[in-house]
């Protein structure tokens, strides 16, 4: 699988039910039928409101929540039901940096506790070996390490320790990297430098599933986007044509939505196509519109 | 002029120093003008927007006055105050989400907050009601509990409630920045009726998304650790700003068609200084490509053009 140069994590019919109410009598289907696929070197941006299952999609894929129906493959390997040990390994290729960089780390501990903690999956690596590698890390994530070795996370800015993270991520040499909403704590001056370090690291084969509510962060930097609505695709592909050409109501108005700095909001919002959409469409079908660009069938037929 | 602002000084108190976050803020803000208020965590712009109404114990206000509508805000006087909040000055909170008091029905919050005022909630209450359904909200929300709401739903309740008594000023607090992009559009329009309708005769919006102010502001106004760095119409701002870190900000920002394979963005390098003990002089000098000698001293906030201020020595010269 992994020879053809496509697929490196693969999603088949991915869904998540949660049991919710007082008793767990309710059943709450966070993602419902998710399938797409994440190649190296290829970034692909996650995007749907809160609620959509963006968050849950990332959980899933690295483990930290059960899958409730189809699989997840990673290299040709069904990850979805790991048990202890092949999930260490697993963690060897796949790792997940957060939303919120400050609690990610034990304020009592320094920062580059993170670091030496990785040192574990290294048993036979010496002291001299280690500290290259802990400087080739932090160097491909532009950090000094100077600067950043031996201090308290609360000494650090965000995008220091957000770096400090991929940075451990990277330690592990991964294959693929989940970023959850990685950017949204950051002040603007800063976020763009941990965008553009995803940017590089795609140039060495990272492939990076990079989760976020802000499209305009989606665009700057994914090849391909998929675009959620309540647990369900309902547009994915090409990051251009998803966004040069969006098809399905939902995402046309995302797109309408978003802030931009040089052209103004228009005035007839296409809010009434969204409303009028269905709830949910449990036989949801992706329809092909042209090469690398499905849409849910339910949003086509409302155009037509 | 709805709000005078003058030399307006506000440290934090704290047990290594005064934290200067509000240092010399000289502006005004014209009947009806709707001001976005921008800048990094940490500029001081909630800060500035929180002495307005109410400063909490640990800020001291330095000197510096405040007039709204021609009449002097005893802002460093936390009794005196009580006569202009919610009827003069209010302000919609960053913490919206949570303001209600989750064991009082919507409508028991509106009577007390209206009663600790003096107003009679039954003469109120039509309008009220009228205005909970301009926003969208039907009259039995007044009927339910804060935690049977929304999000947005309650966002737009603590709208409502708080410009009840049609303030003079509005402040309003980062409150679209945990929304959705689609809620953030739609509060961000409501902020521009509630003006259109005059619920608000002017408005500070704070934010640190410049994208959200350039579709609702008249004016914004870019601080920099604890100073006013750039102060202009919102078109002037994103099209041709002058303040050298108003113009790497807004070349920071990615815009839907911006793609890293063609235009890769750049940050700004390094961070701001520490309030604690700023630097003198120009504040974002140790960041600023274009700094000179000139920037050991303080640029002063001064006007460039009819209605554009900049505190910058390249920019004035």
């Known amino acids: 699988m992994l020879e053809g140069g496509r697929l490196m994590l693969s999603l088949d019919g991915v869904s998540k039910v949660y049991k919710v109410g007082t008793f767990g009598g309710k059943r709450l289907r966070a993602v419902h039928g998710v399938s797409f696929d994440v190649a190296p070197g290829e970034v692909v941006s996650l995007i749907g409101e809160s609620g959509s299952g963006k968050s849950t999609i990332g959980r899933m894929v690295l483990g930290l929540s059960r899958v409730t129906e189809g699989t997840i493959t990673f290299d040709g390997q069904d990850v979805s039901r790991l048990e202890k040990r092949r999930l260490r390994a697993y963690y060897g290729d796949v790792q997940g940096v957060f939303q919120d960089p400050f609690s990610s780390y034990n304020p009592i501990f320094k920062a580059d506790r993170v670091l030496t903690l990785v040192k574990g999956f290294f048993p036979g690596v010496g002291r001299r070996e280690w500290d290259d590698k802990v400087e080739a890390a932090l160097h491909a994530v532009r950090l000094d390490p100077g600067a950043c070795l031996g201090k308290y996370p609360h000494q650090l800015s965000g995008g220091q320790l957000q770096r400090l993270l991929v940075a451990r991520a990277l330690l592990l040499d991964i294959k693929l990297l989940v970023a959850d909403e990685i950017i949204s704590m950051l002040d603007a001056s800063t976020r763009i430098d941990v965008l553009n370090l995803l940017g590089d690291l795609k140039a060495r084969g990272l492939g990076v599933l990079f989760i976020t509510h802000d499209l305009s962060l989606g665009n700057y930097i994914s090849d391909r986007t998929v675009i959620l609505r309540r647990g369900e695709i309902v547009e994915a592909g090409a990051t251009t044509k998803v966004f040069g050409n969006p098809l399905h109501p939902y995402t046309r108005m995302l797109v309408s939505s978003v802030p931009q700095l040089h052209t103004k909001w228009d005035s007839a919002a296409p809010k009434a196509a969204v409303a009028a959409l269905p709830e949910s469409d449990a036989a949801a079908r992706l329809v092909e519109v042209e090469p690398d660009h499905l849409v849910a069938a339910a949003g086509i037929e409302e155009r037509a | 002029m709805s709000l005078r602002v003058d030399d307006l000084t506000v440290y934090y108190r704290s047990l290594r120093g005064d934290v200067k976050a509000v240092d010399g803020a000289t502006f005004a803000i014209r009947d009806g003008e709707i001001m976005g208020l921008a800048g990094e965590s940490g500029c001081g712009k909630s800060s500035l927007g929180k002495s307005l109404i109410r400063m909490d114990a640990r800020m001291k206000h330095m000197r510096g006055r405040v007039e709204l509508d021609g009449e002097e805000l005893p802002i460093a006087d936390d009794a005196k105050m009580n006569a202009f909040r919610f009827r003069k000055v209010s302000i919609v909170p960053q913490y919206s989400m949570s303001a209600l008091t989750p064991t009082r029905k919507v409508g028991t919050v509106a009577r007390e907050l209206l009663e600790s005022r003096g107003e009679g909630f039954g003469e109120v209450q039509p309008e009220l009601v009228r205005r909970l359904e301009l926003v969208g909200l039907s009259a039995d929300v007044l009927d339910r509990y804060p935690i049977e709401l929304s999000g947005g ?35 961000g329009e409501l902020l521009v009726e509630f003006r259109d309708r005059g ?119």
């Open chain 2, 199 to 317: 619920f608000v005769k002017s408005m500070i919006v704070i934010t640190h998304d410049l994208a959200i102010l350039y579709q609702i502001a008249d004016t914004i106004l870019v601080m920099y650790a604890g100073k006013l760095a750039e102060k202009a119409p919102a078109e002037t701002i994103v099209g041709a700003p002058r303040h050298p870190y108003t113009q790497l900000l807004i070349s920071s920002l990615p815009e839907v068609g911006v793609r890293f394979e063609e235009t890769r963005l750049a940050g700004i390098p390094g961070k701001p200084p520490s309030l604690l003990s700023p630097p003198t002089g120009c504040r974002f000098r140790d960041r600023c490509p274009l700094a000179f000698a000139k920037c050991e001293e303080e640029p002063p906030f001064v006007e460039v053009e009819p209605g554009h201020e900049v505190a910058c020595w390249k920019a004035a010269a």
């Open chain 2, 153 to 187: 739903m309650k966002q737009r309740t603590v709208m409502v409630l708080s410009t009840l008594l049609d303030p003079s000023l509005l402040i309003a607090d980062e409150i679209t920045s945990a929304l959705d992009v689609s809620s953030q559009r739609a509060v």
